[in-house]
């Protein structure tokens, strides 16, 4: 009993329970060295002497002048005495400034909200939350959305919430939509229905439209509200919208640095309605209707290029450029440069390669419009997708081509290009197959150590033939999911059902960080440890057998998976940065073959001082559905036998400092994911 109230006595004068084992210890044994104190309390030794220098700092324990020093403390009297003299002063002070202190936290309380995420699914919910969004502007209210959204928002009485607002002609509100002949009348009514209520209305239409960039409501720098899916699925008769909803003040200014460039390159929404209304009479634009003259204009420009010439293409129109190199030459013998841009995928991503020699390429987001610019003083745009109507030869669809020499104009647009140029990125040094599989001979030849990337993660030992497992199998496994129950993740069996994506993340030199692997779960309840959303972290870091990337970091929300990220990363320095999350910290969603992964927290990396600030990932899968069996081993020594549908990926990374988008070749999504971990030493068979 005494001992324990000693124990309590010195946890409240600030010493924690090890340094007051300690301290107990000393003051029974007089002076000791650091290393006798070690051994009696079987400890190690180097904690011992942190655990002393700090008692010093603190005034417990003194230290003898000779070398090894021997310590003593100071005695338990003389602590009480402190004590009782400091907790007098407290309640001194407390009972002196009470009044004041009272008075000033009534007047200047101020609670910092919690930063967190809210999952909003369904429209009846979503435009709920969005009424209450605008309701509670002061400010300043964003919106980048479809323009039928907004046709919906103004039948469901949204906008009459805006023009009813008591601030509504101080606040100021702006929104990004796109406009077209199809909706300029509904347009043109919405402008008038503001004007009339003395709403604050701003509206611009964005140059290269909206579907590359998430649907997005930003109140006051506050909070944001971001549709998972880019492309307006109500639209489509998908009534099952999903949205995210955060406070996260990083995360907050990330999509805002996203609208603030989508509102820079854009057009006032009332020069977008005067120029559709009076299109086919512009000065020095013209719809070229015929597709002889059409193509014969647009080669001769091409041809007598000087300066520069920018190319926005499809993903095959990407794949036909390779095919005519030859044709890209001619048109750079006047010494003009030509840069490329297009989605680049895993099917045209050798094509890329092979540009990349002789011409810039660099990746953009699909659903851009097709365009040419040249010499900053012609600019093409097809009205249809080139090598998109089921041809693939070298001559664009020239119907209806777009075609523009006034100099405001085409200057406004390249300056757009020039801003998506720069934050575009190559095809990737490290292809997705090296991290995911490193053991492919195919790949072995482009990395000069290969080897390096086979202890990163975890090394493929058997991979079962196409066609041992089915897609409908896998989802069937996961859909009646077979439970596996353990307690010790060192010495049981465990068994995991979830989806994940993995991201390869090469930064522009302004993140200050090294290229980055984002390895995102959804864990499903039927796993064994439960229930988890789950982010493993991985840097591209020089080690002495050469550039691989390591783990860093793991974040989870259930504490009870926190054993098992211990145990299976044994050997790598992520061991020691396993970190638990609240889940209002950390947010996998998955809609469709869409995965969302956000986090409102700093994720510390080893080796500091690398920290992976608030942000988010997106990644969305595209093309067929691969299924594949394999077993991988990791430094650990656990064995993973992994079952997977997988569909190929790209990949948006949303960071407070600027909007990432990555190529098709550095995503992977996993939609249905069944891994069964055995522990060292379990000898490999399936669960009964």
Not at 144 to 160: E, K, P, Q, V, Y
Not at 481 to 495: G, H, Q, T, Y
Not at 533 to 551: K, M, N, Q, R, Y
Request: glycine share 4%.
């Amino acid at each position: 009993m005494g001992e324990e109230t000693i124990k309590k006595v010195l946890r409240n004068s600030g010493l924690t329970e090890k340094e007051a084992e300690v301290y107990i210890f000393l003051s029974q044994h007089d002076v000791r060295k650091g290393a006798e104190i070690a051994q009696h309390l079987r400890k190690d030794k180097a904690q011992i002497f942190r655990i002393l220098k700090k008692l010093q700092a603190k005034g417990f324990v003194e230290a003898t002048l000779e070398f090894p020093s021997r310590f003593t403390v100071v005695p338990f009297e003389n602590v009480l005495n402190s004590l009782v003299k400091t907790k007098q002063e407290e309640v001194a002070f407390i009972k002196s400034a009470k009044k004041e202190l009272l008075d000033y936290l009534k007047e200047k309380r101020q609670v910092e909200p919690l930063e967190k995420f809210l999952v909003i699914k369904g429209n009846k919910k979503i435009y709920s939350k969005i009424s209450q969004i605008i309701r509670d502007t002061k400010a300043q209210l964003s919106i980048a959305t479809t323009f039928h959204a907004l046709m919906l928002s103004d039948r469901l009485g949204i906008f009459d919430i805006a023009f009813n607002h008591k601030s509504r002609s101080q606040m100021q509100c702006r929104f990004l939509s796109e406009l077209s002949k199809a909706n300029l009348r509904a347009a043109k009514a919405l402008a008038s229905k503001a004007s009339k209520a003395g709403f604050n209305f701003h509206a611009r239409n964005p140059h290269f439209g909206l579907s590359q960039f998430p649907r997005m409501v930003i109140r006051d720098d506050e909070e944001v509200l971001f549709f998972m899916s880019r492309t307006d699925t109500a639209e489509k008769g998908d009534k099952e919208e999903a949205c995210l909803w955060t406070n996260c003040k990083s995360l907050v200014h990330a999509f805002g640095t996203i609208f603030e460039d989508l509102w820079h390159n854009s057009t006032e929404m009332q020069s977008k309605i005067n120029e559709i209304e009076i299109e086919n009479s512009m000065p020095n634009t013209c719809i070229m209707t015929d597709k002889e003259v059409a193509a014969k204009k647009y080669f001769e420009t091409l041809q007598a290029a000087k300066k520069e010439i920018v190319l926005l293409t499809t993903s095959k129109g990407l794949i036909e450029y390779a095919k005519n190199k030859g044709l890209l030459r001619d048109w750079a013998k006047s010494g003009a440069s030509i840069k490329i841009m297009a989605p680049i995928t895993r099917g045209n991503s050798e094509a890329a390669q092979q540009l990349q020699k002789t011409f810039a390429v660099r990746h953009v987001p699909e659903n851009y419009m097709v365009a040419t610019i040249v010499d900053e003083k012609h600019f093409f745009q097809f009205k249809t997708r080139p090598w998109e109507q089921g041809r693939l030869d070298s001559t664009p669809d020239f119907d209806n081509l777009f075609y523009i020499t006034d100099l405001e104009y085409v200057r406004k647009m390249l300056t757009t290009l020039d801003d998506v140029w720069k934050n575009a990125c190559v095809t990737s040094a490290v292809p997705m197959e090296l991290i995911v599989d490193p053991r492919r001979h195919l790949m072995d030849n482009l990395l000069e150590n290969s080897a390096a990337h086979k202890k990163s993660w975890g090394a493929i030992i058997e991979e079962k033939p196409p066609g041992t497992i089915t897609e409908k199998e896998v989802l069937n496994k996961v859909i009646h999911a077979d439970k596996i129950n353990a307690k010790n993740p060192a010495k049981e069996v465990s068994r995991r059902y979830a989806s994940i994506a993995m991201a390869v993340i090469h930064p522009p030199e302004y993140f200050n960080l090294p290229s980055i692997v984002i390895h995102a779960e959804k864990i499903e309840k039927q796993s064994t440890f439960g229930a988890e959303d789950s982010l493993a972290i991985l840097l591209w870091l020089e080690t002495a057998t050469g550039s691989t990337f390591v783990p860093m970091a793991i974040v989870g929300d259930n504490p009870k998976a926190q054993a098992i990220w211990k145990a299976s990363l044994t050997g790598t320095p992520a061991k020691q940065y396993v970190q638990l999350v609240r889940k209002d910290e950390l947010q996998v969603r998955v809609h469709g073959n869409t995965l969302f992964a956000g986090w409102t927290v700093p994720i510390p990396l080893y080796p500091p001082p690398y920290v992976l600030p608030p942000a988010c990932l997106l990644i969305e899968g595209y093309g067929n559905v691969k299924t594949r069996k394999f077993t991988t081993v990791s430094p650990s020594g656990f064995k993973s036998e992994i079952e997977g549908n997988y569909l190929d990926a790209f990949v948006t990374f949303m960071h407070p400092a600027s909007k990432y988008s990555g190529p098709g070749t550095d995503g992977i999504f996993a939609r249905d994911f069944i891994a069964t971990d055995f522990p060292p030493k379990i000898e490999q068979q399936q669960p009964k």
